[in-house]
């Protein structure tokens, strides 16, 4: 996180939910979401760039510490700040079908 996001970065993930700002908030918050599996791999479906935003369709897959599998599939907008750091990203998913295999 310390070297993708800028200090005063914000990650909304996802959309709806409270943002997290800044590095340690962020590194917090996806400590707490990766806990859960004991697999979990992202793939880049397509990649659009332009100036200092991109936007990824992405698909996500895993296995959680229950055993169970899950896929899943969303849209992460990117805007970086001068010194090509996250400045924001934006989740939009739909977290509640995977929270279910989770924790299930």
Known sequence: VELLFAEDGVLVDPIGT??????????EFLSG????YDKFGVSE???FVHENTAVVKWT??????N????TFEG??????NE???IQSLKAYWDAEPTLKVLNS
Request: no cysteine; aromatic share 8%.
């Open 18 to 27: 409270p943002a997290r700002h800044g590095r340690a908030e962020i590194q």
């Open 33 to 36: 979401v990766l806990s859960l």
């Open 45 to 47: 479906n397509y990649v």
């Open 60 to 65: 996500g897959n895993g296995i959680g510490k």
């Open 67 to 70: 055993g169970r599998s899950f």
């Open 75 to 80: 849209i992460d907008i990117f805007e970086l």
């Open 83 to 85: 010194q090509g750091k």
